[in-house]
């Protein structure tokens, strides 16, 4: 009695939500946009050995220099051979110039003025004279330091447009010029990503590229700035020279030569895009994960298939993707690849031979598969058991024990959306078995699951005397009640089965589990923030949302939703806004939403990325090592000022820190990026859901 007026205590505070359920809000039609796209070229393609110092584009093709020599690339082919490439600048009177002279670039502008940058400073032209120029004024500008010796800018290069405008590269940022008098500063504080310039070149269109030795910069006609740093966008990472093209600019760089362009599509587009990666090699008998490749950064030289930790998880959030597209489309490959994947979770829970237990991952005796460790040992303290063993039901398959919570809320959410935005009556009644064995386990074991050694696993924990009364599971306390309450709601759902609704209300009532979801992200430091919890949460929050309609509990749940996404909404997650926007029918940011997912980088190769560098960026560090009796630092040593976009960032699931600087997904046993591959669930999921919801309408 005591908790449940505490229960209704709590209730009467909260905002109350309509119980006739969740209306989705009016949809946001996206318009085309342009995708970032990069094509490389190493001396591995056909280019010349050495650094490539020059680089041209003409009505007869793309040419470049290297020491080694010059090639031409014709239908996709790089010709070696033909007249050396010199940079050059037919407009340019160098006996007019000072004796001596080390012409460093140079650009004409619509006046008519030559613009010089030399190891002497920069001059421009008058007549037939050169004469000095002083950016001295911007320099105090930036610097804020009138009255103080200020040196000439080390230049390095120079741009003009047909619009009167004028850049001048140098190590200090760009300064730049629309009447050729007065003049300003770009660097990082306006937002230019690096300021050791190398090279300048104005698009066709207006647009500023700006090269550097840290990558390429790029203003585009927004005034916004892109940034291109790492193997996902060039051979390397110094700027040799620059070469605007009619769709973008060719790069110069010390591995190589680039081609930076933006590709207009549809968000349906990249859709499929995505999915055709998925399925061509991220699916194995229908696990969705992502991939290994024998060769850096060329699925054609090898693929490394894994058995992952997360099968169930990954597996189930790309059958709710799935569900989605085919509950948005009715479109029959939807269908067909969400069985697929629903039918190997299935696989999960028969072959361990243990009632209501899904195993982790599920392998083949002979498998050619990475991930498969026989000697793999208990992970929960005083238990000696081996993970792995061989299935009961069938002797040539071996499943992965010690099952998370992480694979039950893909379970429980793909069972959901599966059955009820796609399955035929004969899955339905399978899908039901499945979730109620599940949930019996569960809740035959005191809320924990328990699989074949007797023991629960090390983390399929949800009974109220772990999760309120032990101190060691304080910190999961909310985000397992959470799951529990959801898990339990899905069950009551599919089955019809009273006895779920009861261990739902019992657990709310005597052990206050709705109220311990309010707080379930913990706040706080930020370099303690659990960014999987995060993506877990999201994950049993959908289904309680959509399916509970008593008005006094969704006033706690909607409360609960709304805390754990006020901290999250500057991560700009398009999956997070709309499991937001799903489930309390709120505004959810669904613009930023939509920018987020056109960010996301064309190819999902996990290269290194590294922004620590930026002078745009601020760069904040945990102010002190955590647990260093144990040698453990924090979970997130550093963070940015603000999410950048996804295409400068790591390309991750949504269990990564948006916020942290630098990364790179490593081949297992090396030091080197470019050895693995992301599946296309993390975007489509959020893509799908949004387009379900209402969110996001079909492009017309």
């Not at 030289?301 to 189930?316: E, M």
């Not at 899905?490 to 006895?499: D, E, F, S």
């Not at 008005?551 to 997650?573: D, F, G, I, M, Y």
Request: proline share 5%; glycine share 10%; with cysteine.
């Amino acid at each position: 009695m005591i908790r449940r007026m505490m229960l209704l205590f709590v209730l009467s505070s909260f905002t109350a939500v309509a119980a006739a359920g969740v209306p989705r809000p009016d949809a946001v039609t996206p318009s085309p946009f342009g995708q970032r796209m990069s094509d490389r070229f190493t001396p591995g393609d056909g280019l010349p050995e050495g650094p490539v110092t020059a680089v041209a584009v003409s009505s007869d093709g793309v040419r470049v220099q290297t020491a080694a020599g010059s090639a031409t690339l014709v239908d996709g082919h790089w010709n070696r051979g033909g007249k050396r490439l010199a940079v050059d600048y037919p407009f340019l009177n160098r006996k007019a110039l000072p004796a001596g002279t080390h012409v460093r670039g140079a650009a004409r502008d619509s006046r008519g003025t030559v613009w010089v940058v030399s190891d002497r400073g920069a001059m421009r032209s008058d007549g037939d004279r050169f004469g000095p120029v002083s950016v001295k004024g911007a320099l105090i500008a930036a610097a804020g330091t009138a009255g103080t010796q200020i040196g000439q800018p080390d230049y390095t290069s120079a741009a003009a447009d047909s619009k009167g405008h004028v850049w001048l590269g140098a190590l200090s940022g760009v300064f730049a010029s629309s009447d050729g008098e007065n003049w300003t500063l770009i660097d990082g504080r306006r937002g230019l990503p690096y300021e050791h310039v190398t090279s300048l070149a104005v698009g066709m269109q207006g647009d500023l590229w700006v090269g550097t030795v840290e990558g390429v910069c790029h203003r585009g006609l927004n005034g916004k700035w892109e940034y291109y740093w790492g193997r996902r966008w060039l051979p390397d990472n110094r700027v040799n020279a620059l070469a605007a093209a009619p769709d973008g600019v060719w790069v110069a760089t010390n591995g190589g030569v680039a081609h930076l362009y933006h590709r207009q599509i549809s968000l349906e587009e990249k859709s499929r895009h995505y999915e055709e990666i998925t399925q061509a090699r991220h699916s194995r008998r229908g696990y969705i994960t992502w991939c290994g490749f024998k060769v850096e950064g060329d699925p054609k030289g090898g693929l490394i298939r894994f058995a992952d930790d997360n099968d169930g998880l990954w597996s189930g959030m790309y059958v709710a993707a799935e569900a989605f597209r085919y509950g948005a489309t009715h479109d029959p490959e939807a269908r067909a690849l969400a069985k697929k994947s629903m039918d190997a979770m299935l696989d999960l829970l028969t072959y361990t031979g243990s009632p209501g237990f899904p195993a982790r991952a599920i392998v083949y005796k002979g498998e050619d598969i990475a991930g498969y460790d026989e000697k793999l040992q208990s992970r929960i303290e005083g238990k000696d058991y081996t993970i792995w063993f061989q299935s009961p039901v069938n002797p040539n398959i071996l499943c992965k024990g010690d099952t998370s919570s992480d694979e039950l809320d893909g379970h429980y959410w793909a069972w959901y959306v599966y059955h009820d935005l796609v399955a035929d009556a004969a899955e339905k009644k399978r899908i039901e078995a499945a979730c109620a064995a599940v949930t019996d386990n569960i809740i035959a074991h005191d809320f924990n699951l328990v699989g074949p050694t007797g023991y629960h696993t090390r983390w399929g924990v949800w009974a109220p005397k772990y999760l309120n009364d032990d101190p060691v599971w304080r910190g999961g306390r909310g985000l397992n009640s959470l799951e529990i309450l959801s898990h339990l709601k899905v069950a009551y759902h599919l089955t019809g089965n009273p006895k779920y609704q009861e261990a739902y209300l019992y657990l709310i009532n005597k052990h206050h589990y709705l109220t311990n979801t309010i707080d379930q992200r913990a706040t706080g430091d930020w370099w303690r923030q659990n960014h999987s919890d995060d993506e877990l949460a999201a994950c049993a929050y959908y289904p309680i949302m959509q399916l509970e309609k008593d008005p006094e509990l969704r006033k706690v749940l909607v409360r609960s939703l709304e805390t754990t996404w006020a901290p999250e909404r500057a991560e700009h997650s398009s999956f997070l806004n709309f499991i937001y926007g799903s489930g309390t029918d709120s505004p959810c940011d669904v613009e930023e939403s939509l920018q987020n997912l056109r960010d996301w980088p064309w190819e999902l190769i996990c290269w290194e990325c590294d922004n620590r560098h930026r002078a745009d960026v601020q760069i904040t560090w945990a102010p002190r090592p955590e647990n260093a009796e144990s040698g453990r630092g924090p979970r997130n040593p550093f963070h940015t000022d603000r999410v950048l976009p996804a295409s400068e960032r790591v390309v991750a699931k949504w269990n990564e820190d948006p916020f942290v600087p630098s990364g790179r997904f490593l081949r297992p046993g090396t030091g080197n990026s470019g050895y693995a591959e992301q599946d296309g669930m993390s975007w489509l999921l959020p893509y799908w859901m949004g387009r379900y919801h209402g969110m996001i309408a079909a492009t017309k």
